[in-house]
Nanobody, 121 residues
Framework: QVQLVESGGGLVQPGGSLRLSCAASGSIFSIAAMGWYRRAPGKQRELVTTITSGGSSNYADSVKGRFTISRDNAKNTVYLQMNSLKPEDTAVYYC???????????????WGQGTQVTVSS
């Protein structure tokens, strides 16, 4: 089994910053892409950002220049640094990871349980 556990969410004022972490653990042979999605109240889940094992990343237009994704492959952990937060960034943030549990096996996408981010004055 593979578990992803997020941390770092909370309440922050507009213009503030938060850093989310997501640690993968369990029967992990290798991890390919990792990423962050979010679901705002009344809206569908949307992609925020992803990062490959080699460090290449992409971002949703709405967060470019404000959010930065990074990862520590030795710790199987992905981070999301969120700066200049806006009320419209309020959402539950979910991490995911494409994980292979043994040599020669395919990759399966695992999800964390989500962490609430609220941007409000």
């Amino acid at each position: 089994q593979v578990q992803l556990v997020e941390s770092g969410g909370g309440l922050v004022q507009p213009g503030g910053s938060l850093r989310l972490s997501c640690a993968a653990s369990g029967s992990i042979f290798s991890i390919a892409a990792m990423g962050w999605y979010r679901r705002a109240p009344g809206k569908q889940r949307e992609l925020v950002t992803t990062i490959t094992s080699g460090g290449s990343s992409n971002y949703a237009d709405s967060v470019k220049g404000r959010f930065t994704i990074s990862r520590d492959n030795a710790k199987n952990t992905v981070y999301l640094q969120m700066n200049s937060l806006k009320p419209e960034d309020t959402a539950v943030y979910y991490c995911n990871a494409d994980v292979s549990i043994r040599s020669g096996a395919g990759y399966y996408k695992y999800w964390g349980q989500g962490t609430q981010v609220t941007v409000s004055s």
